[in-house]
Each structure stands twice: as structure tokens, then as C-alpha cells.
């Protein structure tokens, strides 16, 4: 079975200051691992995945994530936000040979103000 | 080219009553996926089609849920008897590369389900 923790349902924070938002996974298999942005009113769209090579992953509109496989994390990080950043995100994991699909934490909620 | 459409965007229904979600994948794509959002969780795995046929239902809740896929593209969701619990917003979204664990998966807007 598979579980994901998001540690912070709330992140607020300042313009052009950096965020990491912090996810934690458990597996009994190897997953891929996954970061989804939701705006509001809009559907889920993918920022960034890890599939396998180099731990650190650019994604988009700024965004990059580190897999770290001993700690059984894949935090996102953006050196500086914008406030059109303003949204929730989701981590996912999807297990191997699965069929795709994803198991989600819970989401982060990030708000960034002026 | 259009996205992932789910009709309707809002459905209110009464407690016992049946209901039918439709979700319209992207053209070509031939995994297609079901999930269920509560108030303030992450987006809950459902079901699986590869193609016309289920290749996961193990996220179904119980025996009132059920999904088709007849021809292999539009997808309807159907719950009978609802329940006040059944309420949240009902996700779709469809993938190219029939359910690959890698594979980037296109959700939809999703339909927000009421039960009075």
C-alpha cells in the first residue's frame, strides 16, 4: 500500500520570497512520483515528475523538486513566488506497473501575498 | 485541441436518487481515470480503463458505484441510491500511453455532486 503526507495544509508567504512546500511518501513498491498544481477554478495540471536519473527536476513556471529515496521525500521548491503562484498543490506517487494510477496527499494550500 | 470535459459541472440530487457523471477524454488517449475529491483531501483513485474494459476498480467505494467505457473513449460514472457522503467533486482525467506508471494524466474540470 501507498500513503502520502503533505506536512503543511497552509503556506502562506511574501512575494518574491522562496517556498518549499514538503511531501513524504511510504511504499511497500517503487513509485514514480508526481507534483500537481490546482488554480482556482481550473483542473489539476502537472508541474514536475520524477521517473528516474537525476534526483532534481525542473518543472514549470519555476518550480523544481529533489527526490530524496533514504528519507522517502520529493519537497518542491521556487526560489521566488509570484502571486500568480496562488494555488493548491498536490503530491502523488504511482506505484509500478499499476496501470497509472495516483495516490494523492492531501494538499498544500499556497497563498502568496504583496 | 480541447482537453478533458465532464458534464455537468454541478449536479444537486436528492439522498436515494440515481445519478450519471460523463466524462468526454482527450481524443486518442486510451487510459482513462476516475477520482473522487472530499472537502479539503487530495483527489481519490476510483477506476481504471484501458480502453473498453476495467483494469482497476479497486477504488469503488462500494457496490451502489459503477463506470463504463462501451466504446473505448466517453466514460460515465453511475451511482445509485446516493447518499449524503457521496458528495464531492468527481474527477477525470486520460492518459496516451494506456496506463503507464509514467504517463502525464490530463484531468478534467470535474462535476461537483450534491446529495440533500
Excluded at chain 1, 503533505?6 to 507534483?35: G, K, T
Excluded at chain 1, 494523492?104 to 501575498?113: A, D, I, P
Aim: hydrophobic share 30%; aromatic share 12%; charged share 15%.
Amino acid at each position: 500500500a501507498q500513503s502520502v503526507t503533505q506536512l503543511d495544509s497552509q503556506v502562506p508567504v511574501f512575494e518574491e520570497a522562496p517556498v518549499e512546500l514538503r511531501c513524504n511518501y511510504s511504499s511497500s513498491v517503487s513509485v514514480y512520483l508526481f507534483w500537481y498544481v490546482q488554480y482556482p477554478n481550473q483542473g489539476l495540471q502537472l508541474l514536475l515528475k520524477y521517473l528516474s536519473g537525476s534526483t532534481l527536476v525542473k518543472g514549470i513556471n519555476g518550480f523544481e523538486a529533489e527526490f530524496n529515496k533514504s528519507q522517502t521525500s520529493f519537497h518542491l521548491r521556487k526560489p521566488s513566488v509570484h502571486i500568480s503562484d496562488t494555488a493548491e498543490y498536490f503530491c502523488a506517487v504511482s506505484p509500478y506497473n499499476q496501470g497509472g494510477k495516483l495516490i494523492f496527499g492531501q494538499g498544500t494550500e499556497l497563498s502568496v501575498k504583496p | 485541441g480541447a482537453g478533458v470535459s465532464q458534464t455537468p459541472s454541478n449536479k444537486v440530487t436528492e439522498k436515494g436518487k440515481y445519478v450519471e457523471l460523463r466524462c468526454d477524454p482527450i481524443s486518442g488517449h486510451t487510459a482513462l481515470y476516475w477520482y473522487r475529491q472530499s472537502l479539503g483531501q487530495g483527489p481519490e483513485f476510483l477506476i481504471y480503463f484501458q480502453g473498453t474494459g476495467a483494469a482497476d476498480d479497486s477504488g469503488l467505494p462500494n457496490d451502489r458505484f459503477f463506470a463504463v467505457r462501451p466504446e473505448g473513449s466517453v466514460s460515465t460514472l453511475k451511482i445509485q441510491r446516493t447518499e449524503r457522503g457521496d458528495s464531492a467533486v468527481y474527477l477525470c482525467a486520460s492518459s496516451l500511453n494506456g496506463g503507464a506508471s509514467t504517463d502525464t494524466q490530463y484531468f478534467g474540470p470535474g462535476t461537483r455532486l450534491t446529495v440533500l
